[in-house]
């Protein structure tokens, strides 16, 4: 990924307010949503069906179509969304601390991937759609099935918000956590995904339904909690810790990234790839 690394302001002192660039952290989310998206669709579902033995049809910004069907190839998507995430966590912790951007990234990889993970299993307990709904379909009790969903959704998603929400206090000053200055890494990155999803979603080709039952439930409902998680900074879950805030200031390359992958995720994703 682009990263202007090694410049004297990424890390900025904590006297002085620490510089971000709105529109390169629009571009970084762009980037992190849609490959958070692809590794669903098309690593976690598509990747399941040819180890399964089968072959993909259509592939498209908000579903992924194999000849074949099992619980295995619907739960593909949400497990690979969690390895993805929690790998990031891991380069999260080993990438320097002078790299701001590339760091940045890494963080919201992670938060998108794993809350999207983890959000899933609440929304297809409680709707009885989607992929999980499918994994656990034709099990009985079908309501103790649902109920584990959303029993497992509601912890997994608190604990993860949580995961995140720690991490978030790396590139944040001691002052900033006080007062809640991260909106800008959580809602701004919120908003763009959401959006991003719902447009490429639009133009999907098996109907509108989809952008509601996938596009805008695994944007605007999967990442929530990058919407309320920083009313939490400087409590109990994410205690106040002695820092300097990391600066994030233009650069050319995410933003040429962020183009790309609006390109190939609405112009191409968006309408779906068919393979046979």
Same mark, same amino acid.
């Given at each position: ?23 390169? $952290? $629009? ?38 179509? =194999? ?20 790998? =990031? ?26 809350? !999207? ?113 920083? !009313? ?45």
């Amino acid at each position: 990924m682009p990263d202007n690394a090694g410049t004297a302001a990424e890390v900025a002192p904590e006297k002085t307010p620490a510089t971000r660039d709105r529109a390169t $952290i $629009i571009a970084i989310s762009i980037v992190a949503f849609a490959l958070a998206n692809v590794l669903h669709e098309g690593a976690g579902h598509g990747g399941a069906c040819l180890l399964s033995g089968g072959h993909a049809k259509v592939l498209s910004s908000v579903h992924f179509d =194999c000849d074949r069907a099992s619980r295995f190839i619907s739960a593909g998507g949400t497990l690979v969304n969690f390895i993805v995430g929690f790998l =990031c966590w891991i380069a999260l912790r080993a990438v320097s601390p002078a790299r701001g951007r590339l760091r940045y990234f890494l963080w919201l990889s992670m938060t998108v991937n794993l809350l !999207q993970g983890a959000g899933y299993f609440l929304f297809s307990g409680l709707g009885n759609i989607g992929d999980w709904a499918e994994v656990i379909h034709d099990l009985e009790p079908a309501w103790l099935w649902r109920i584990g969903l959303v029993a497992l959704g509601v912890v997994s998603y608190a604990l993860l918000v949580w995961l995140a929400l720690r991490e978030l206090r790396s590139f944040l000053g001691e002052n900033e956590v006080r007062r809640g200055g991260a909106k800008d890494l959580t809602i701004v990155p919120y908003i763009t995904g959401g959006v991003l999803y719902t447009v490429a979603g639009m133009f999907n080709p098996v109907g509108m339904v989809l952008v509601a039952i996938s596009a805008a439930a695994a944007s605007f409902g999967g990442t929530s909690g990058m919407a309320w998680m920083t !009313q939490y900074l400087g409590g109990k879950l994410a205690p106040k810790i002695a820092g300097r805030p990391v600066a994030l200031e233009r650069s050319a390359g995410w933003i040429a990234a962020a183009v790309i992958a609006i390109a190939i995720f609405v112009g191409v994703l968006g309408r779906g790839v068919r393979f046979s």
